[in-house]
């Protein structure tokens, strides 16, 4: 008996101690480490769907890019804070990137990678720093000229309609705190 109550004893200090140990990780600041990050766009920039894994477990949304100094900065509103990511060096890239277009489909993309150092975060996230090595990727298939003397061809006017587009952008990296 005596020992039944020892053996039920240390169970239930094992149980309560790696209760106490598991509240306290998961409420603390993360230990960093390495990130991936997935993001689907929204429309016209910003409002898309961000998911972190890795060091960083969490999710959100995106917002539109901001200016300040010279720079653009994203930041990913979370569950359990903001991330701010310098977004200047691939935003400068996809601006200049010639698309490879195939006319024979109206069709074209866009793939460009660059280093995104994250910059700050708030919440769960406060002290949050390091680099994601980000690549964003767009395609989109372009209407034709309905009429006149290019009926029929490709439309690739910054005023035609799409048929139809999309982007994504992934990342991987470490970060710290």
């Not at 094992?14 to 766009?41: N, W």
């Not at 994601?132 to 439309?155: A, H």
Request: aromatic residues 6%; positive net charge; glycine residues 16%.
């Amino acid at each position: 008996m005596r020992r039944m109550v020892g053996v039920a004893g240390l169970l239930a200090c094992l149980i309560v101690g790696a209760s106490v140990a598991l509240a306290a990780a998961s409420s603390g600041t993360p230990a960093g480490g390495r990130i991936q990050v997935f993001v689907q766009p929204g429309n016209g920039q910003g409002k898309g769907k961000i998911l972190f894994t890795g060091a960083v477990g969490d999710y959100g949304s995106s917002s539109r890019a901001t200016s300040s100094g010279g720079k653009k900065f994203g930041t990913a509103t979370l569950k359990k804070g903001t991330i701010t990511i310098d977004l200047t060096a691939i935003s400068a890239k996809v601006n200049k990137a010639n698309p490879t277009v195939n006319n024979a489909t109206c069709s074209a993309s866009i793939t460009k990678t660059a280093a995104a150092p994250v910059v700050s975060g708030t919440g769960l996230y406060a002290g949050i720093h390091g680099t994601i090595r980000l690549t964003e990727s767009f395609g989109f298939i372009g209407s034709t000229f309905k009429s006149g003397p290019k009926k029929g061809r490709c439309n690739f006017s910054n005023s035609a309609r799409t048929v139809a587009q999309m982007g994504t952008v992934y990342g991987s990296g470490t970060v710290s705190f």
